[in-house]
């Protein structure tokens, strides 16, 4: 059976927000209306502190562009249509939509449009008839600019609590942040920059480039280095720069292009160099071949070329992409090579259904001295590792704490330490708020508690 939704904190701060206003808004001025400053409050109040800044931002521009405006039309109208010509007054008001919007968009404030809007034909339809408009106008400011602060003010108090400053956390994006679609889920990605800002040491390890990985990371106040590549490197997005890198060997690297050569099989090999990704490839004959080059010919700081690869130098990486049969044969192949037990092979399903990828990497990971370069800059003593699948193994296996979501595999589900309960996307990173607040996440037991609990004895 489904939870029910618990009461959040989001909730609780606009309750209080709100019940400030209405107190507030008469003992400052006698002509307030707590109504403007209520719902100000409800609208401004975000997820987060910048998103409520956005919010109020956007509020307040729309209030005096509104405001403005309304004053003004109404000083015309007054002025000079006789007080039974209120058909002209309708047209007017209707007409001024246009530069209203237009104004906004000067302005580069588009999203205010809808508030502008509001307030104008607040101003002028609601309290037209008013003794003095102006004065209403006015206070209308007044009362929506005191809403916006004071829910401000509240979201940006945040109660005293008890953190792990010492915990470092390493979530693996596939499977474990991404939804189905391999995109961030909105509250998950919120909750998660929430975590960052106010201290959190959270990391995270993908099978993707730095160059494919850039656009998720994109606005995320991310510190720490980055696991890319399935542990092949250690790689810092800010200073876009490769820290660590676990190539393949070069006997076995060769081999494995001997391979691929005598079954007539394209393999794109990429090589890290000056801080730039290099993936060679031979002329592209498969559907499937097209489809990766296409994912990957446009990213910066990558470049596909179309050559033999270089005989010497360091391959962190050679992929293959392929139909099922062919990629079952050469799978079972790549078993049996002389360097097979210095190389690590990950198969999963192509993107858009395209065919089979072979992803082959170094035995050999960058993820122990990569974990112990992670803690020295977190100053952590502790690793926690979220993950789902077999090529999350290798990381959690060194860790002090791993989970594993609801929708891991099943090898992944039997090495965790913990299980975490819930199979949506925001279930893990709500399990990592839990911890870096020192209360325990909600669990399943894992294989390995089941088997150390005391079976019941029969009846």
């Not at 296996?397 to 913990?418: I, M, N």
Request: hydrophobic share 45%.
């Amino acid at each position: 059976m489904e939870r029910m939704p618990r009461v959040g904190m989001r909730m609780i701060k606009t309750f209080v927000a709100v019940c400030l206003c209405m107190y507030l808004n008469p003992l400052l001025w006698k002509d307030g209306l707590p109504f403007y400053s209520a719902i100000a409050a409800v609208l401004c109040m975000q997820p987060d502190v910048p998103n409520s800044w956005k919010v109020a931002a956007n509020r307040a521009w729309g209030t005096l562009i509104g405001g403005l405006f309304g004053m003004g039309i109404l000083l015309l109208e007054r002025s000079l249509i006789p007080a039974s010509g209120q058909a002209w007054d309708y047209l007017i008001e209707s007409l001024c939509v246009i530069p209203l919007i237009y104004t906004t968009l000067l302005l580069k404030k588009p999203a205010a449009s809808y508030i502008t809007c509001v307030v104008f034909f607040s101003v002028t339809i609601s309290h037209s008839g008013d003794a003095s408009p102006f004065v209403f106008a006015i206070s209308r400011m007044l009362d929506t600019l005191l809403g916006i602060f004071v829910s401000l003010g509240v979201n940006a108090v945040h109660l005293p609590r008890k953190r792990r400053r010492k915990l470092l956390m390493v979530a693996a994006l596939e499977g474990v942040l991404l939804n189905d679609r391999g995109a961030w889920d909105n509250p998950a990605k919120f909750k998660l920059n929430d975590l960052l800002r106010r201290g959190a040491a959270i990391t995270i390890s993908t099978g993707k480039t730095p160059a494919a990985l850039r656009p998720l990371l994109a606005g995320m106040p991310w510190g720490l280095p980055v696991l890319v590549m399935h542990g092949a490197a250690l790689y810092d997005p800010l200073a876009e720069s490769f820290l660590r890198t676990a190539p393949i060997p070069d006997d076995s690297a060769r081999e494995v292009r001997d391979l691929l050569d005598r079954r007539g099989v394209n393999g794109f090999h990429a090589y890290a160099i000056e801080d730039d990704l290099y993936v060679y490839h031979r002329e592209l004959t498969t559907d499937a071949e097209r489809a990766h080059h296409r994912s990957m010919r446009r990213l910066p700081q990558q470049h596909s070329i179309c050559a033999d690869p270089p005989a010497q130098g360091d391959v962190l990486h050679i992929a293959v992409r392929t139909d099922r049969e062919t990629a079952d044969s050469l799978h079972r192949e790549l078993l049996t090579l002389q360097s097979a037990d210095r190389l690590r092979v990950i198969r999963s399903p192509a993107p858009g259904g395209t065919g089979e990828c072979l992803d082959i990497y170094s035995a050999e990971t960058v993820f122990a001295p990569a974990l112990a370069d992670l803690k020295a800059a977190a100053t952590a003593d502790t690793v926690a590792v979220f993950g789902a699948g077999v090529a999350d193994l290798p990381l959690a296996l060194l860790a002090d704490e791993s989970y594993a979501v609801a929708d891991a595999g099943a090898d992944f589900r039997r090495r965790a330490t913990y299980r975490i309960g819930a199979s949506s996307r925001r279930s893990a990173v709500k399990a990592m708020d839990r911890l870096y607040y020192s209360r325990r996440p909600v669990l399943e037991e894992s294989a390995e508690q089941e088997e150390r609990a005391p079976q019941s004895k029969p009846s």
